[in-house]
């Protein structure tokens, strides 16, 4: 299997030529969503309480419910998301000519999460160092609330998790080109369109995003 | 010599011997008494007289009665007096009240005898109606809220007679006044009492000093009002706050700045300190400046906890050359800053190892499609 994994992430196209041949089973994608998604809830859990941390103490008696309303939602939107996220490349796919079943496909997204596997353990320890090293005080101002957020969101640490979300989102962009050339039996030049049309919009509004919290515009 | 002074005491011995000797009784009026000795207008008093008989033979007295013209008399005649042997006294005592009318007035003593004869003797008695005079000799050039000043009178008698039991009780709401009342007992004629106040000002308000004192047994008064109107000090101490710098360390924050005494007098014992919301916390909690001489400045500093952005209320507290304790509050506009980051070990190296990670997820992509 960590050979298998090592292939997935340097030569995809074999990965799923091999992976076309055996039986097709949704076990190994939905772990690795699940485990990004785990991941995904614990850095909620860190985002959210360093938030709540901003909020009025009159408020703070909702905190526990808040985070664990942000975990559970973390947790759903990473399946969620797969979901969608195939759905999308699927509808696009089917307009170029796509012909593989949604299941296929959806098995392929999900093996394509897998580089963003260490991404979220990468912004996980990001986002730890982050708040331990961080003191919030309470606002009552909603403007400082927002101003707050401003600071929060453009403080290195967190410009760097953004940064690494966008890097391992075109990692896990490129083995969805190849997961759905061979899901969708599809040239490749149709793949990377089905892929990269809506991934590299998603991108370029993360990246629109993250340039606004540098402050270009 | 000697035969001189005997002819002199011979002629005396024979004109006595020539006087011829009184016989029976002889009644006078040996003396009188009036309380008060000057009545005012309306008072009620008292006239004694002393009757003697300076004759060899008693007397049977019958009436003794007092007619008080412009007084009234209130007390009865006495009716039947009785036997006053030679040589006696015996007194009578009248009570008359005074008119409305100023003035001099001869009430009439009638002493009549069993055998129909009578002595009289008026007894003059002054009616004169002025009151003791209240003058205001020393009052503040000016008095502001919250400070004692001092408040001098002078009580004066212009009556030619003393009066008793003289106290000022000074009246009124919207100011504080010690002592509450003052005794000065009796004054005489044409004399003069001073007394202070100390009066501490709550607003705008009037005082009236209230003078009572007895003539005889009535009572009288007279008041002075003064206006109790608050101003500004002109001199007082004008303590500024300036220069406030204040620095958040962790939870903490640290205020310096300048006291200065903008004013003409010295402000003393002057305290620093911050009030709600600001929670003093250690090593300044409050700032012990001292004595500020005017045109004089202090550095200070102080420490406190504020849970957010909000304003500070900055308290100077000083005593003014009487004791008084006088606060001045300005206030500093704190900005809790929501985010205090310290930086850890990841953030600082953040960067390097995104572009690395970058770096390599091209070189990753690159090589996958370079494997086809």
Redesign the interface.
Known sequence: MSHSLVQL??????FFQERAEESRGLLFPAAIVLAIAIIGSISAYFMLGLTLL?M??SSQGMADLIVAIGMVSSIAGAFIGWVVVTAVIYGISALLGGKGAFRGLLENIGWGYF?QLFGSL?SL??MY??V??????????PM??A??MT??MS???ML?IQ??SV??M??SA??WI?GTKSARGLKMKNAVISVLLPIGLYLLYMIYVLIGYLGVF | MKLSYAILIISILVLLAAQPSIAGPQLMVTGTNVQPEVFMKGDTGTVTLMVKNNGDSGVQVNRATMYGGAFSVMSDPYPTVGWLGAGNSISFTFTIRAGNEDGIFYPRFVLELTDGTAIRHVIPVRVESSDLTISLVKKPDYITIGRTASYTLEIGNPRPNAVSGVQVIPEGQGFEVTPTRYFIGSLESDHTASVDFQVMPERISQMRFRVIFKNGVNEHQNSLLVPVVPSENKKAAEIHVTNLVSVQEGERFRLTGDVSNAGLERANSVVIRTEAPAVPVDPFRIYVVGSLEPDDFSSFELTFRTPRSTQIPIVVEYKDAEGNRIATTSYVDVTAAPLSEEGGIISKFGLVLVWLLVIVVVIVIVYSWRRR
């Not at chain 1, 992430?9 to 074999?14: A, F, G, H, Q």
């Not at chain 1, 331990?132 to 101002?141: L, M, Q, R």
């Open positions: 992430l340097l030569d995809p196209e074999r901003l009025p103490s580089p990468l320890i990001f160092d982050f331990s090293s961080t003191s919030v005080s309470p606002v009552e101002d400082l609330v101003e707050a600071r929060f403080h290195p640490s760097s940064v690494i890097v391992f075109l990692w490129n083995i190849f």
